[in-house]
């Protein structure tokens, strides 16, 4: 099922606040992974993972370096479940 | 003519490990002793592997001579003999001989003769792998008791500019005698490949690429280290889970936990992914032992030992994963 752009955030926020501590109020798509929430590699990697299962998508590991911030993320994921 | 019935093998109706032995390098490599040529820090590397200390074997030091300490103890602790082993498996990805196999040598040097020898390339799955086949061989007929050692001089693969694995890797060896026994001591080996996924960890070029053009350099070790660390962290624990099932028995049933020694940021994921009570020993060798390929295992199973932290009669699940892709998994009950 299709989620909005909205419940794609509040859900990744949810994924990345497990795997960092971070606040999810803290995750917003403007934000870079590396950048401004200090995930490294393998975190973001683990964050793709579960993303992949709570909104039952496909993300290439390719693909990965592409996903630059939190909103390229929630783009790539409302793309691949339309 | 009719034609003769011929006899077949048969086995024991059950093996086991009867001993486990461990050698590993004797100089201990820091953090800061490599983190130079990859710009990189003691804090970086703990960060991303949970390695404090890799052991690293002397220049004088090779495969078969690490394979050899691990054996003697294994067998002794076994209560048998070299000349008791009637099967040397080796798994090693730094034997840099192509032939012979380095298991005939060890087994040579060991007083097995003649038992069967050969070696496995299985990588970092390797010892689960020959766990597997030792168990099949015994109950078989085909051997009594098998010599299986994961053995690796992983500093002979390195490259110390690459920043994807190579100050990941230990030198060390592992070794378990597999023989009769009067109780299941093994469960079912979960085992497999994906060759599509060579690339994903490996050697950087072959022999005869070299010899065609050396200017290329000794081969060292490759990672796609997110992409190894996705498939690792994520799918092996459904294949250590399938184990447990095959084996007949529930995460709250086992005593210990050990997985390939690869990046302790995998082992702490599968072990979450797995579900694991608080009760499961989590071997955690790598981080003063650094990354051992195919000796990881009995090296972590070794220690768990050695420590006090299981006993003989407890059960171990066992998960070895790596280049290839290769993965094994098996229940043990521990010697």
Request: glycine content about 10%.
């Amino acid at each position: 099922m299709a989620n909005s752009e909205q419940e794609i955030l509040a859900g990744l926020a949810e994924i990345v606040s497990e795997e960092t501590g971070l606040p999810t109020d803290s995750v917003l798509p403007e934000k870079s992974f590396t950048d401004d929430l200090d995930i490294d590699s393998l975190s973001m990697m683990t964050i793709v993972t579960l993303a992949e299962e709570k909104f039952e998508v496909r993300i290439p590991d390719d693909e990965v370096k592409n996903l630059v911030t939190v909103g390229d993320a929630v783009s790539f994921i409302a793309k691949a479940q339309a | 003519m009719t034609r003769p019935t011929l006899t077949q093998a048969t086995g024991a109706a059950h093996s086991r490990i009867l001993g486990i032995g461990a050698a590993r390098g004797e100089n201990v490599v820091t953090n800061d002793d490599i983190a130079g040529p990859i710009n990189s820090s003691d804090e970086w590397i703990q960060q991303r592997t949970g390695i404090i200390t890799r052991r690293r074997a002397g220049a004088d030091v090779d495969v078969l001579d690490l394979s050899e300490a691990a054996a003697r103890q294994a067998i002794a602790a076994a209560g048998l003999t070299g000349a008791d082993i009637d099967a040397v498996i080796l798994s090693t990805v730094t034997y840099f001989e192509q032939t012979p196999a380095g298991a005939a040598v060890l087994a040579d040097r060991l007083g097995a003769t003649p038992a069967a020898a050969y070696d496995i390339s299985a990588a970092c799955a390797g010892y689960c792998y020959g766990i597997g086949q030792a168990d099949a061989l015994v109950r078989s007929g085909a051997a009594r008791h098998v010599l299986v050692i994961g053995a690796e001089k992983m500093s002979e693969f390195i490259d110390p500019t690459d920043r994807s694995i190579s100050f990941l890797l230990g030198d060390g060896a592992g070794a378990a005698v597999v023989g009769p026994s009067d109780f299941a001591g093994i469960g079912p080996t979960i085992w497999g490949s994906d060759g599509s996924r060579a690339k994903a960890v490996g050697q950087t070029h072959g022999w005869t690429e070299l010899r065609d053009n050396p200017a290329l350099g000794w081969p060292t070790l490759r990672q796609d280290g997110q992409s190894v660390f996705k498939w690792a962290a994520f799918e092996m624990p459904k294949i250590a889970q399938q184990a447990l099932d095959a084996a007949g028995v529930t995460a709250d049933q086992i005593q210990a936990f050990v997985p390939h020694q690869a990046n302790m940021r995998i082992i702490d994921q599968m072990a979450k992914q797995l579900h694991l009570p608080a009760s499961v020993v989590i071997g955690r060798d790598i981080a003063d032992t650094g990354n051992t390929s195919s000796a990881s295992i009995p090296l972590a199973t070794d220690r768990l030992l050695q420590e006090g932290a299981v006993k003989s009669g407890d059960l171990a699940l066992q998960i070895g994963f790596g280049a290839g892709l290769v993965y094994a998994a098996q229940v043990v009950v521990l010697p």
